[in-house]
T-cell receptor
Framework: SAVISQKPSRDICQRGTSLTIQCQVD?????MFWYRQQPGQSLTLIATANQGSEATYESGFVIDKFPISRPNLTFSTLTVSNMSPEDSSIYLC????????????FGSGTRLTVV | AQSVTQLGSHVSVSEGALVLLRCNYSSSVPPYLFWYVQYPNQGLQLLLK??????LVKGINGFEAEFKKSETSFHLTKPSAHMSDAAEYFC?????????????FGKGTKLSVIP
């Protein structure tokens, strides 16, 4: 199954700044997803990122706040912009496709604290 | 829209006892169903999934789940709990239709194993 490397694993950031999270997959995958897991909560889908097209955002998430890049079939980035303490969460990337036997494989997550 | 209900946010079992974690979904069409486990400070690991075929699905670490269409349920079981099973467990569903990629997660059940 596909292996995902997500960086950074954790960070503490000042409010008003931005953080870019990287997701690298060891296989080519069509579908990549970004999720947010707020403290003590379940996972919420932020957006779906397909290579060669604009990301599709879920209700409540906008591109200005969470810009996403997907330059090729093995890599994506999520930026959390103009951060506030409410953005403190775990952010996870996920992939799905033949490389994952059509299950969804998740990265280990980025634990973000905004102070 | 899909919804997933996990009964019990926290379940405690004794080591060696049966583990039963409940999951019910709302869908008129049988979806694809998943169970994930999240250990502290880690990402999500796929335990098992149901797409089509046999309704009793065996996964990793001795876990299994049975899809019951009439009950719209996909409960997770393990005959004998180990200390290493202590973690948070998430049930997730995906529409089985073509072009549908979004996973909808339940709120999670935290499993404690008592020595």
């Amino acid at each position: 199954s596909a292996v995902i490397s997500q960086k950074p694993s954790r960070d503490i950031c000042q409010r008003g700044t931005s953080l870019t999270i990287q997701c690298q997959v060891d296989s080519q995958v069509t579908m990549m997803f970004w999720y947010r897991q707020q403290p003590g909560q379940s996972l919420t889908l932020i957006a779906t990122a397909n290579q060669g097209s604009e990301a599709t955002y879920e209700s409540g998430f906008v591109i200005d706040k969470f810009p996403i890049s997907r330059p090729n079939l093995t890599f994506s980035t999520l930026t959390v912009s103009n951060m506030s303490p409410e953005d403190s969460s775990i952010y996870l990337c996920s992939v799905e496709g033949r490389a994952t036997n059509y299950g969804y494989t998740f990265g280990s997550g980025t634990r973000l604290t905004v102070v | 829209a899909q919804s997933v209900t996990q009964l019990g946010s926290h379940v405690s079992v004794s080591e060696g006892a049966l583990v039963l974690l409940r999951c019910n979904y709302s869908s008129s069409v049988p979806p694809y169903l998943f169970w994930y486990v999240q250990y502290p400070n880690q990402g999500l690991q796929l335990l098992l999934k149901y797409t089509t075929g046999a309704t009793l699905v065996k996964g990793i670490n001795g876990f299994e789940a049975e899809f019951k269409k009439s009950e719209t349920s996909f409960h997770l079981t393990k005959p004998s709990a180990h200390m290493s099973d202590a973690a948070e467990y998430f049930c997730a569903v995906k529409d089985s239709g073509a072009g549908s990629y979004q996973l909808t997660f339940g709120k999670g059940t935290k499993l404690s194993v008592i020595p």
